[in-house]
């Protein structure tokens, strides 16, 4: 019980995520997105998913995002840190369509 609370409560996360010293986050993200291993040079794990949207120049008002397996609401990717080996799946949403006559 005490295991589920830890992992639904990203602010609990994010206050043991402080903690972790500044050398073990030299290493460049890998996350496997949509299928696709990318590596972000620029990103060191862990980081924020808030940070990983914007690092791949999406409109987080478009977009939904599940992390290993778990959909994290746009309030929470600011509060939901992703690290290397993370996998998320990451959905667009487009509007449009063909008007009828």
């Not at 206050?15 to 996350?31: D, E, F, G, I, N």
């Not at 478009?62 to 290993?68: F, P, S, T, W, Y």
Request: some cysteine; overall charge positive; aromatic content about 6%.
């Amino acid at each position: 019980m005490e295991l589920q609370r830890w992992f639904r409560e990203p602010h609990s996360l994010k206050r043991r995520m402080s903690a972790v010293p500044a050398k073990l986050s030299t290493m460049p993200l890998t996350l496997v997105i949509n299928g696709q291993e990318r590596v972000f040079g620029s990103l060191a794990s862990p980081v924020l998913l808030a940070d990983v949207v914007t690092e791949m120049n999406l409109k987080g008002d478009r977009v939904a995002v599940e992390h290993n397996g778990t959909i994290i609401q746009r309030a929470c990717w600011s509060d939901t840190f992703v690290g290397t080996g993370d996998r998320l799946e990451v959905v667009h949403f487009v509007g449009g369509g063909l008007i009828a006559r």
